[in-house]
C-alpha cells in the first residue's frame, strides 16, 4: 500500500502565502503524476494543478500566476507554492498520485488526507 500525507496548512490573511508538501511513502511505486486538489465547503472538489513525471504542468485558471505545483522526485513529494491567496481559496487541500505498484504492476490513485487552509479578509 501507499500512503500520502499532506501538510503545510494554516490560517492565513489574505495576501499572504503558504507552501503545501505531499508526501508519498509505503511499498514499492513508480508516480506518473501528481496533483492538487481542493474541496471549499459545500463545493465539489476541483483540481487545482497538475505535474508529470515529465514535467508538463496544468493549473485551474483561478490559481494562473498565483499558486506553483513542483515536485521531487527523489522524495516523492509535491509541493504546492501558494501566493497572493485570497479568501475564496479557502478549502481543504488534497493531493493525489497516479502510480504503479513495482511488485505486482497494480494501477493506484490514493489520495491524502487532505490540509485545511483558511484565508482570512
Known amino acids: 500500500q501507499v500512503q500520502l500525507v499532506e501538510s503545510g496548512g494554516d490560517l492565513v490573511q489574505a495576501g499572504g502565502s503558504l507552501r503545501l508538501s505531499c508526501a508519498a511513502s509505503?511499498?514499492?511505486?513508480?508516480?506518473?503524476?501528481m496533483a492538487w486538489y481542493r474541496q471549499a465547503p459545500g463545493k465539489q472538489r476541483e483540481l487545482v494543478a497538475t505535474?508529470?513525471?515529465?514535467?508538463?504542468?496544468n493549473y485551474a485558471d483561478s490559481v494562473k500566476g498565483r499558486f506553483t505545483i513542483s515536485r521531487d522526485n527523489a522524495k516523492n513529494t509535491v509541493y504546492l507554492q501558494m501566493n497572493s491567496l485570497k479568501p475564496e481559496d479557502t478549502a481543504v487541500y488534497y493531493c493525489?498520485?497516479?502510480?504503479?505498484?513495482?511488485?505486482?504492476?497494480?494501477?493506484?490513485?490514493?489520495w491524502g488526507q487532505g490540509t485545511q487552509v483558511t484565508v482570512s479578509s
Open positions: 505535474i508529470t513525471n515529465g514535467g508538463r504542468i
Open positions: 493525489n498520485a497516479d502510480l504503479w505498484l513495482i511488485d505486482t504492476m497494480t494501477f493506484m490513485r490514493p
Open positions: 509505503g511499498s514499492m511505486f513508480r508516480i506518473s503524476a
